[in-house]
């Protein structure tokens, strides 16, 4: 059956710009728009003196092959799990407290006390787990779609790295609540740890900071959780999109391409 197009109502006189009168010059007159000229002209200043204006034109307005899907989203998603994280972990890093007396009561603290510190302490933690399946989410869609192979072998490779980046997270801020549970999963997670080849006894002595699991080593997990490994995967992430930019991103395995023909019949056609 078709469908019957409704004419939108009209828009009352009130409501309608004034005729603007011939010969005369027209600033913003409302709120708003003096809003958007004082924004307009704050981004036109900057972006006369950085041209930064180009940089992101050619990052943000790109073309994506057909049938790109929802599954091409998990990418930002981990992305914004990181941004959330970093954001609720700025706050919780307010009231923390890295040392072995002081730990739990802050946590405590924050979650009784603070206004809303539950909240936050609590996106936080469940925000890990979060980023942790959309990352595995999204390796498994750029493995599955191929997307591993020429040219962006170099993407999956930094992939890698941010994905051991994010269990680093995972693993060391487990034990910043410094509550019995944490405390022994982080003995048990160290020692696994060492007896990795070669390197294991190492990075057992650097994680613990020392022969022992004591004071400096909860600010040896408070330090990698929220200063190296953060950094780490900001300029890594940065690098990523760098490379998704430059090459584009991979069309769905099912797509296959048209044959030099087709297009030709295609371009004839049109
Ligand atoms: C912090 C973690 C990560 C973030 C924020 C991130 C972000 C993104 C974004 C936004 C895209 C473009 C859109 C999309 O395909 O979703 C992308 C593409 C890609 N990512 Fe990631 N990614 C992360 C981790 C990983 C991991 C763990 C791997 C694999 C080991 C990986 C491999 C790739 C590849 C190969 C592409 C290109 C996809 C294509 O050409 O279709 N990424 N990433």
Redesign the pocket.
């Known amino acids: 059956m078709a469908k019957i197009k409704v004419p939108a109502p009209p828009v009352p006189d009130q409501l309608k710009p004034k005729p603007k009168r011939p010969g005369k010059t027209y600033g913003p007159q409302t709120p708003v728009e003096h809003g958007a000229e004082a924004g307009a002209s704050t981004v036109g200043w900057i972006d006369e003196r950085t041209s930064l204006s180009g940089g992101a034109r050619w990052m943000m307005f790109r073309k994506v092959p057909k049938g790109t899907n929802w599954?091409?989203?998990?990418?930002?998603a981990?992305?914004f799990a990181?941004l959330s994280q970093a954001v609720t972990g700025v706050f919780l890093a307010m009231y923390y407290d890295p040392a072995p007396k002081g730990a739990y009561e802050s946590i405590r603290h924050i979650n009784d006390d603070v206004f809303l510190g539950e909240l936050v302490h609590g996106m936080h933690k469940w925000g890990s787990s979060v980023?942790v399946v959309l990352?595995?989410l999204?390796?498994g869609?750029?493995?599955f779609?191929g997307?591993?192979k020429y040219p962006?072998e170099l993407?999956?490779?930094?992939?890698?790295v941010?994905?051991i980046?994010?269990m680093t997270m995972s693993f060391t801020g487990y034990l910043l609540p410094f509550d019995q549970r944490s405390y022994w999963a982080s003995i048990v997670g160290v020692n696994i740890n060492g007896t990795g080849p070669l390197v294991g006894p190492y990075l057992n002595d650097f994680l613990r900071a020392g022969p022992y699991f004591g004071a400096t080593t909860l600010s040896r997990f408070y330090s990698i959780h929220m200063l190296l490994v953060p950094g780490a995967?900001a300029a890594?992430?940065g690098f990523?999109?760098y490379?998704?930019a430059r090459?584009?991103?991979?069309a769905p395995p099912w797509l296959k391409p048209k044959t030099a023909e087709a297009l030709r019949e295609e371009e004839v056609a049109a």
Do not use: D, E, K, P
């Open positions: 599954f091409y989203t998990l990418g930002s981990t992305m990181f980023m990352i595995f999204h390796m869609r750029t493995f779609f997307a591993y962006r993407n999956w490779v930094i992939g890698v941010l994905l980046l994010t995967i890594l992430m990523h999109l490379l998704v090459l584009g991103t991979t």
